[in-house]
T-cell receptor
C-alpha cells in the first residue's frame, strides 16, 4: 500500500487564484512529520512547509499553508494568490519516527501549471 | 550560508563504468541522505549516513551501490558497473540531526546521471 498518495497528476490554475494540492498518507505511527517540496523545471527540490503529527495548528509559511486533517490522514497544501512562478512539480512527503526507513517517503507528485 | 552542494551536476557514463557522486551537507549538518528520482517519479530513499557511519541503507540496491561519509570530506555515492537503468537524478539531503521526525531535510541540486 502506498504511504503517500497524491491523486492529482496535473492541475491547471489561473494566476491569482488559490490552489489546493491533495495529499493523503498512511501510517500507524503516532509520531510523524509531513513535508511539502517544490521541484521547478530546473530540477532542484525546495522545502516549502512542515507539519508535525502533534501540532495543534495548521502550519503556514507566507503564501503556503497546510490543511492538516489528522483523523482523515490528509495534509493538503494550499497556495494563496498563485503566481506564474508557482508552476512546478509539488511533492508531499512523510517521515515516521520509528520502525521504518529513516528517509522521507514521497508521493508521486502533482504537476501544477499556473496560467496567465 | 551555503546550501547542500552536489557535484557533478551532470554525469555521463558508459555501461560498465563507475559513477561517483559527491555531496557536501549544509554547514552545521552532520546527517546526510541519498535519494534517487526516476523520470516522472517521486524521490526514493536510498541511504542515511552520519560521519563514518551508515545508519540505514534499506533503500540501497544490494549490488553495485555503496555510500560513505568520511570524517573529512564529502559524502560519496558510488555506483559500480553502471547499467542503463541507473540513469536517474540522484539527490542528496542534509539535516541538523537525524533522529527526529521533525527534522527538515534540505536538498542539493541533484546529479543527473546518464548511462549510454
Amino acid at each position: 500500500a502506498q504511504k503517500i498518495t497524491q491523486t492529482q497528476p496535473g492541475m491547471f490554475v489561473q494566476e491569482k487564484e488559490a490552489v489546493t494540492l491533495d495529499c493523503t498518507y498512511d501510517t500507524s505511527d503516532p509520531s510523524y512529520g509531513l513535508f511539502w517540496y517544490k521541484q521547478p523545471s530546473s530540477g532542484e527540490m525546495i522545502f516549502l512547509i512542515y507539519q508535525g503529527s502533534y501540532d495543534q495548528q495548521n502550519a503556514t509559511e507566507g503564501r503556503y499553508s497546510l490543511n492538516f486533517q489528522k483523523a482523515r490522514k490528509s495534509a493538503n497544501l494550499v497556495i494563496s494568490a498563485s503566481q506564474l512562478g508557482d508552476s512546478a512539480m509539488y511533492f508531499c512527503a512523510m517521515r515516521e519516527s520509528g520502525g521504518g526507513a529513516d528517509g522521507l517517503t514521497f508521493g508521486k507528485g502533482t504537476h501544477l501549471i499556473i496560467q496567465p | 550560508n551555503a546550501g547542500v552542494m552536489q557535484n557533478p551536476r551532470h554525469l555521463v557514463r558508459r555501461r560498465g563504468q563507475e559513477a561517483r557522486l559527491r555531496c557536501s551537507p549544509m554547514k552545521g549538518h552532520s546527517h546526510v541522505y541519498w535519494y534517487r528520482q526516476l523520470p516522472e517519479e517521486g524521490l526514493k530513499f536510498m541511504v542515511y549516513l552520519q560521519k563514518e557511519n551508515i545508519i540505514d541503507e534499506s533503500g540501497m540496491p544490494k549490488e553495485r551501490f555503496s555510500a560513505e561519509f568520511p570524517k573529512e570530506g564529502p559524502s560519496i555515492l558510488r555506483i559500480q558497473q553502471v547499467v542503463r537503468g541507473d540513469s536517474a537524478a540522484y539527490f542528496c539531503a542534509s539535516s541538523p540531526s537525524g533522529t527526529m521526525f521533525t527534522d527538515t531535510q534540505y536538498f542539493g541540486p541533484g546529479t543527473r546521471l546518464t548511462v549510454l
